[in-house]
């Protein structure tokens, strides 16, 4: 056939013919099912179509004279073209051997498929799915067609999305001529996901550009939701090295609400609207084998293509197979430098705005920008036009047709979607700060004038007024590396695909709690003794209460202890893989009485103590009996992200070790629960925070495998005094000359033991400190870390200190 190509007959080298979206369908069928990539197929309607249309109609002297003073930042202007030229295209007849043609393949898919098929009518221009330039939704898409005579009035409909006001304004933004673009269209079999569920997939993480992870979304019904930004969708994230070594890295997972799906009308064509019971938001869309074979196939896309790709994904309700729609470039990551590494500071105490009621809303972090202006609420796409440049967009969300505003936007705002949704794609493509997801921002940003959208630490957050902030950047080929291994302190996992990024030398010090307090949030007895409290709801209005939030909190899973290993386990999975193949050492829970006491059913396991800090924390719970089944958990989770994840960078640290007896102990629990010491790589470190830690350096070192100084607590405990005191903080000080002679005694053991033991520090001393680091540097210290925003500047001091001191180590040891 002259006009029409199966998706078999093309591949990659046919975007001129075929268009972006149709050719790497064609290249996929072509090349990738082989190796197991389900891709639906279907035929193209070529570009060479739509030139025979306007030929033959002679419309396109017409619509060359209605661009000819288009002015794309006059929006009456714009409406008007674009609404003269799509009139023109729809109505033009179409010569009638094209018809014959597009009638003959979808009677051949009639053959394939059944009569009457279901066919999804896709554009596919010639410049989209570019490298360097999405063109995302600036088409028309039609779905659930059927029928000889629904597809040809489909197809004159996307001929004339071409000239969408939105397709106009991009073309005009990334500079490209209107009459040198071209329509190819896709007419794919359709995936009975309205039965099942769809989403997208970057090969990437699309707000750091993490190379190294994949990100995949879902909810339930047509993909169009997600991409849409319509719903606020499931996310997971998997990490790609381990994944091809055979592992299983799932290092995120989320459910989103999905309060709706789109899916077929009962009678006739098209799609409608459905609310989701709540009993299915509380579920994940895809098991973690089907997010696996995702994965696996976005690894054999992207490696097919050789570069980072954004792929739609869905699974067929009725034969509950997996399918690939389709595949383009992802067009943010892919064209950054990597010389230059740009990192957004809030100068402001984010605990104290958020106590002082400065958060005004939260929601997903699109980028890690900082941006800040006046509110300008937009309900509806029609009052585009009251929208000034500079101006913060907040609206329930966006669609192709806000482009020309979100263009000039200093940042947006959205009730619903997610991290692949329209605003978020188009966001990260103008490159300015976006928050996703928010649920009611439109409400609580109605009445408010200037914000601050903070996007710097992976979660979204939008303040009130006009707060400070600094934008640092680092030439990363001008970086030097000193001896001294300069690691960071990571608390956060949601940071860690972006600190990561950031030149180090690995973790010094991961901390669990904050995992603990924001991933769960639950007194891990409490989640053992469920069943129990259960039992006791019925007579108990407190421990009802607990039992509701619990239910409220694990309500994707029925197995509670397995919610807390899980989560726990993704949490520090995803520091490991941020950071991967470079060491992780996670400190394994310090929580104190009262901080455990305040987790959710914490007051009915913890004793009340008058001195929490020097009291039953660290290391002498672990082998309690009143607390070691709770301990067995955090076991079990380090030893799924070591053993099913494949991520053995992670080592472990034990806080508050009293006495070299007590760390033997703990080593012997930590075996029994199946995390055994040097099985697989397993190195395990104590906390030096005690001066017992020093005094009995060379008995510690038989023990554990490496130390870490926390300088908070030796100072404290070494000067005596309670470092939370206002009366006595003057005295408080890493400097002191005994905290500095116990310092460079540990080490100095350190070193001489046999074997010799590694030895760093986890405190701010060496980065408030730049003498601090350099008495460091000249004990010999083998790793300083540090908070993310001292690394930088400590690493250039280190290097400097190194460099006068003429410092030379072997970094292997």
């Known amino acids: 056939m002259k006009y029409v190509k199966w998706f078999d007959e093309v591949d990659k080298e046919d975007v001129a013919l075929v268009g972006g979206k149709n050719a790497s369908l064609g290249e996929m069928i072509r090349n990738l099912e082989k190796e197991g990539v389900n891709v639906p197929s279907g035929f193209a309607i070529t570009a060479e179509a739509y030139k025979y249309l306007l030929q033959e109609s002679g419309i396109g002297g017409k619509i060359k004279e209605l661009l000819a003073d288009l002015d794309t930042h006059d929006m009456a202007n714009l409406t008007e073209r674009g609404s003269k030229i799509r009139r023109l295209i729809r109505n033009a007849r179409c010569p009638s051997d094209l018809e014959e043609e597009i009638k003959a393949a979808y009677i051949e898919m009639e053959k394939r498929y059944g009569e009457n098929v279901d066919v999804a009518v896709r554009s596919s221009a010639t410049a989209e799915d570019l490298p360097t330039a999405s063109f995302a939704g600036q088409q028309e898409t039609f779905l659930n067609v059927r029928g000889e005579e629904e597809l040809m009035d489909k197809v004159a409909k996307c001929f004339a999305s071409l000239f969408t006001n939105r397709a106009i304004s991009y073309r005009v933004d990334k500079g490209f001529d209107h009459l040198s673009v071209y329509l190819s269209i896709g007419v794919q079999k359709m995936v009975r996901s309205d039965l099942a569920s769809a989403g997208v997939i970057f090969s990437i993480d699309p707000e750091s550009g993490f190379r190294d992870a994949i990100y995949i979304t879902g909810a339930y019904g047509l993909g169009e939701n997600v991409v849409q930004g319509a ?86 309700g009725i034969s509950n197979e997996l399918f690939i729609l389709q595949a383009r470039p992802e067009t943010v990551h892919s064209q950054r430098t990597l010389a230059v590494h740009e990192t957004y500071v809030l100068e402001e105490d984010r605990d104290l705005l958020k106590e002082e009621g400065f958060l005004l809303v939260e929601g997903e972090a699109v980028g890690t920008k900082i941006g800040y202006g006046e509110v300008n609420l937009i309900e509806d796409a029609k009052d585009i036009h ?58 609580a940003l109605r009445n408010e ?20 902030y600094r934008l640092d950047k680092v030439l990363l080929d001008k970086l030097p590396r000193p001896h001294t291994r300069i690691m960071m302190n990571v608390g956060v996992p949601e940071n860690a695909f972006s600190r990561g990024q950031i030149p180090n030398d690995g973790v010094g010090l991961a901390r669990e709690e904050f995992i603990i307090n ?22 108990d209005r407190k421990i009802a209460r607990v039992v509701k939030e619990i239910d409220a909190r694990s309500a994707t899973y029925t197995d509670k202890v397995q919610f807390f290993i899980d989560n726990l386990a993704i949490g520090v999975g995803r520091i490991a893989a941020g950071f991967y193949p470079n060491d992780v050492i996670v400190r394994l829970s310090d929580f104190k009485t009262n901080e455990y006491a305040n987790l959710i059913g914490g007051y009915l396991y913890e004793p009340e103590e008058s001195n929490p800090m020097i009291g039953w924390r660290g290391a002498s719970r672990y082998y309690d009996e009143g607390f070691k089944p709770a301990f067995e958990l955090e076991c079990k989770a380090i030893k799924k992200v070591r053993d099913e994840m494949g991520l053995t960078n992670l080592k472990v640290m034990v806080p508050f070790c009293r006495t070299p007896e007590e760390g033997r102990k703990v ?57 939370d005191s206002d009366l006595v903080a003057h005295i408080f000080d890493e400097r002191n000359e005994a905290v500095k002679r116990l310092v460079k005694y540990v080490i100095d053991v350190a070193h001489k033991h046999e074997p010799r033991r590694k ?40 290097d400097e200190v190194e460099k006068r001191l003429d410092v030379r180590k072997d970094k292997s040891n």
């Open 231 to 316: 719903v606020n969708p499931d996310q997971f994230f998997v990490f790609k090295p381990t994944l091809k070594e055979g592992f299983k890295p799932i290092v995120g997972k989320k459910a989103g609400t999905k309060r709706k799906k789109l899916v077929y009308k009962e009678k006739g064509t098209g799609m409608k609207q459905r609310k989701v019971s709540a009993d299915e938001q509380k579920k994940f869309v895809l098991t973690d084998e089907e997010v696996f074979t995702l994965a696996r196939w976005t690894c054999i896309i992207e490696d097919h293509y050789g570069m980072p790709m954004d792929i739609e994904w869905a699974k067929d």
């Open 386 to 443: 009251k929208f000034e440049p500079g101006q913060i967009l907040v609206t329930k969300m966006t669609d192709p047709d806000w482009e020309p505003i979100m263009k000039i936007a200093g940042a947006i705002i959205t009730d619903r979607g997610g991290r692949t949704c329209h605003a978020a794609i188009i966001s990260r493509e103008l490159g300015i700060p976006c928050v996703i997801g928010t649920v009611n921002g439109t409400r």
């Open 518 to 539: 924001s991933y769960i949030g639950i007194h891990p007895l409490a989640l053992l003794e469920y069943e129990n409290l259960k039992k006791k709801a019925g007579t």
């Open 759 to 798: 030895i760093g520090i986890c405190g701010q001393a060496p980065s408030d400190f730049p003498e601090f680091a350099e008495f460091l540097v000249k004990c010999g210290i083998d790793s300083i870390s540090l908070n993310p925003d001292a690394m930088i500047s400590t690493r250039l001091h280190v």
């Open 449 to 468: 004038k200037d914000v601050t959208v903070d996007c710097s630490e992976g979660i979204g957050r939008v303040y009130e007024g006009k707060l400070k």
């Open 667 to 723: 080593i012997e629990t930590m075996n029994a629960f199946g995390l055994k010491q040097g099985e697989n790589g397993l190195e395990v470190y104590v906390m030096c925070e005690i001066p017992s830690n020093v005094i009995l350096a060379d008995e510690f070192a038989d023990v554990f495998d490496g130390f870490s100084i926390g300088s908070n607590d030796l100072t404290q405990l070494t000067l005596g005094l309670d470092r």
